[in-house]
T-cell receptor
Framework: SAVISQKPSRDICQRGTSLTIQCQVD?????MFWYRQQPGQSLTLIAT?????????ESGFVIDKFPISRPNLTFSTLTVSNMSPEDSSIYLC?????????FGQGTRLTVV | QKEVEQDPGPLSVPEGAIVSLNCTYS??????FMWYRQYSRKGPELLMY????GNKEDGRFTAQVDKSSKYISLFIRDSQPSDSATYLC???????????FGTGTRLKVLA
């Protein structure tokens, strides 16, 4: 299994600012994933972060808006840049371990 | 049409009832089918994992996959108030890490 710690658990931010979300895993993993969970919507994959390479973004998500860092095999950050109220959502970090996907508890972001 | 459709509920049942949760999908390439449970303000946790068609049972939970109908189900027997949560179905094709999730069904089990 994998235990994921995500920080912050929640935040209220002003529009136009940026927020960086941290994800720490208790074991080394090759791939880390960032998801968005909007109210009434399904979890949507934002990007996949591999250590030592650029993140791979899904359709509809771009690096300028959601820059990702992956400095080592246990840690990643997702930044939500130049925020607008439409970015209000829950952001989740996920990893694969033994063919199972594990999730952090999420970061609940409100943009005002 | 979404790749995965799931009734958002909410679904309210009395304690002890049998609960049936369902998802339909359109992509015939999906081979792996998962059910996740998500409590309020928590991340999803894996409940059941099924490969291809058939049934899988784990305690009070049974997962069914009917690939011919592109339909999956999760049954909860003897439901408890502690089962109150949102249940998410997820699917993936072989050789890919990408999960496609349903919107989740909110379940409330009344004591």
């Amino acid at each position: 299994s994998a235990v994921i710690s995500q920080k912050p658990s929640r935040d209220i931010c002003q529009r136009g600012t940026s927020l960086t979300i941290q994800c720490q895993v208790d074991s080394q993993v090759t791939m880390m994933f960032w998801y968005r969970q909007q109210p009434g919507q399904s979890l949507t994959l934002i990007a996949t972060a591999n250590q030592g390479s650029e993140a791979t973004y899904e359709s509809g998500f771009v690096i300028d808006k959601f820059p990702i860092s992956r400095p080592n095999l246990t840690f990643s950050t997702l930044t939500v840049s130049n925020m607008s109220p439409e970015d209000s959502s829950i952001y989740l970090c996920s990893v694969w371990a033994n063919t199972e996907a594990f999730f952090g508890q999420g970061t609940r972001l409100t943009v005002v | 049409q979404k790749e995965v459709e799931q009734d958002p509920g909410p679904l309210s049942v009395p304690e002890g009832a049998i609960v049936s949760l369902n998802c339909t999908y359109s992509n015939s390439a999906f081979q792996y089918f998962m059910w996740y449970r998500q409590y309020s303000r928590k991340g999803p946790e894996l409940l059941m994992y099924t490969y291809s068609s058939g049934n899988k049972e784990d305690g009070r939970f049974t997962a069914q996959v009917d690939k011919s109908s592109k339909y999956i189900s999760l049954f909860i027997r003897d439901s408890q108030p502690s089962d109150s949560a949102t249940y998410l179905c997820a699917m993936s094709a072989a050789g890919t890490y990408k999960y496609i999730f349903g919107t989740g069904t909110r379940l409330k089990v009344l004591a």
